[in-house]
């Protein structure tokens, strides 16, 4: 019997969503204001919300006034997403490295290392090409991705975070291609682990990046290194945040 894709189980899991709740989200819409500010886009603007979970991001910036679509494999974060409808703001289950709308968006947007998953390059240059063709000519990209030489640097072995009576083991490494992340999960039902879920990430470069998405007709425009815009240094730099331009149709 085929393994499912850690990410389609994992995704799901009401542990994900348990683990990552108290993620710091004033950083993180502090960040798209920064990044709208930048951008300057039109009022009008039609943007694509890749892999947008339950939908906090997109909510965020169909608030400032923008037609907003989010997009994500998981159904359950999906239905829990579109409670939150409006005209300008919608839904869609869909799986990234499958085509979308055509020529429709004037943004794209992938936010907080939401890549990277696929076992083959080929499902990469997939899910880049689905990016590529859903935005108009002139249309931009932004891909918010961990900088590889400062992950590797900066890894934590092991950590044990406890949620709501539920305890999260975590075990970290990395090889020449990959980082992992591995969670065994014990609730107060339990005292063994109850389940257990890795984590898989690729190692993608700014080189790495450059060639998908030139192979795409997508020209990286500006890079930088935190969520703040700052300049991005290969060795200091937490993020690796790139904005790339449709240079045809």
């Known amino acids: 019997m085929r393994k499912e894709a850690w990410y389609k189980d994992w995704f799901s899991s009401p542990y994900y969503h348990q683990l990552y709740q108290y993620r710091d989200e004033t950083e993180a819409f502090a960040f798209i204001g920064t990044l709208i500010q930048h951008l300057k886009p039109a009022k009008n603007s039609i943007m694509l919300d890749v892999a947008c979970g339950k939908g906090r991001h997109s909510i965020a910036l169909a608030e400032m006034g923008f037609d907003v679509t989010g997009i994500d494999l998981s159904l359950s974060s999906i239905e829990e997403a579109s409670l ?3 005209n ?15 020529n429709y968006f004037d943004y794209a947007f992938n936010f907080f290392t939401s890549f990277g998953y696929f076992k083959t390059e080929r499902e990469h240059n997939n899910a880049i090409r689905t990016i590529a063709t859903s935005l108009k000519k002139n249309g931009f990209f932004v891909i918010d991705y961990l900088n590889t ?7 934590q072995p092991s950590a044990i975070t406890k949620v709501d009576g539920t305890e999260f083991h975590i075990t970290k490494w990395h090889d020449e291609e990959h980082f992992y992340k591995q969670i065994q ?5 339990n005292f063994t682990p109850k389940h257990l879920y890795t984590e898989k990430i690729a190692k993608f470069s700014l080189g790495d990046f450059n060639e998908m998405l030139s192979y795409q007709n997508m020209q990286i425009q500006e890079v930088f290194g935190d969520y703040k815009l700052g300049s991005f240094d290969i060795k200091k730099s937490p993020r690796m945040i790139i ?7």
Do not use: C, G, V
């Not at 904005?243 to 149709?249: G, R």
């Open 88 to 102: 300008n703001l919608h839904f869609f289950q869909h799986d990234m490295r499958l085509p979308f709308w055509i």
């Open 84 to 86: 939150s409808e409006a």
């Open 243 to 249: 904005i790339a331009k449709k240079i045809s149709k």
């Open 149 to 155: 030489h400062y992950a590797e640097d900066t890894l």
């Open 185 to 189: 999960i014990t609730d107060n039902t």
